[in-house]
């Protein structure tokens, strides 16, 4: 897919890897809408960028919020070619700890985020993407890319909620691929390791620097511009589809 004049929704696109994401379409000459919860960051983003990015706030797990996002990006933009699913939070709880089981509304939370808010946003793109006109001779009318984790593969100590959920992310991968084959949609995974996203800021060198040396090579965390570009040859490559892309630097995740 030529990312140029192409419209893409982007979750989570008011920071980190999302953020990341949009600045390197729009630079593409992509337009982009940023779904994000995050009012202040939203919009300074999109006037930042200008004509070719709207900000709307949608709460991704909610149905009718996602719905109206859809429907003011098409409004903008006029159709919806890529899907990059960003948003997600995390916990570290353990099954059971000292303060006993896992609160099992603490785990659902993070199941309807991470994974039921992905499929949420993913459906309803892909409905709109049916409706393009293929851009090349083989039907090709869009591309969902999704973000799961090596938590998914080797979830540590006290990720068992965020471990589903991306595992999740996972398995559902090829069956949305599957799926949306006869429309000519492809559905790919990005599986980040350890990046350095805002969630790292104001941690301690010290920690930074244990982290990186978990890494086999390059020995430091990577960057958001990275997974950007990653799913720029996601979009670009359409013989890519209904695959997971570890994105980590080798890592394999210890228990702790």
Known sequence: MDIKDKVAVITGGASG????????????????????????????????LGDSVIFHKVNVVEEDSAV?????????????????N??????????VGKDGPFPLDKFKLIIDINLIGTFNVL???????QKNEPYNEYGGRG????????????????QAAYSASKGGIVGMTLPIARD?????VRCNTIVPGLIHTPLFQGAPQNVIDALAAQVL???????????????????????MNGECVRMDGGIRMQPR
């Open 86 to 95: 960003y948003a997600g939070v995390g916990n570290a709880i353990k099954t």
């Open 68 to 84: 109206a996002g859809i429907a003011a990006t098409m409004k903008a933009f006029g159709a919806i070619h890529v899907c990059c």
């Open 180 to 184: 949306l084959s006869s429309i000519g």
């Open 143 to 158: 591309c969902i890319i999704n973000t799961a984790s090596v938590a998914a593969y080797e979830g540590q100590i006290g």
């Open 17 to 48: 890897l999302g953020e990341a994401t949009v600045r390197t379409l729009v630079a593409k000459g992509a337009k982009c809408a940023i779904f994000d919860l995050n009012d202040e960051k939203g919009n300074a983003l999109a006037e930042e």
């Open 123 to 129: 459906r309803l793109a892909a409905a709109e993407m």
């Open 217 to 239: 090579y390059p020995k430091r965390l990577g960057t958001a511009d990275e997974i950007a570009h990653v799913a720029v040859m996601l979009i670009e490559n359409e013989y």
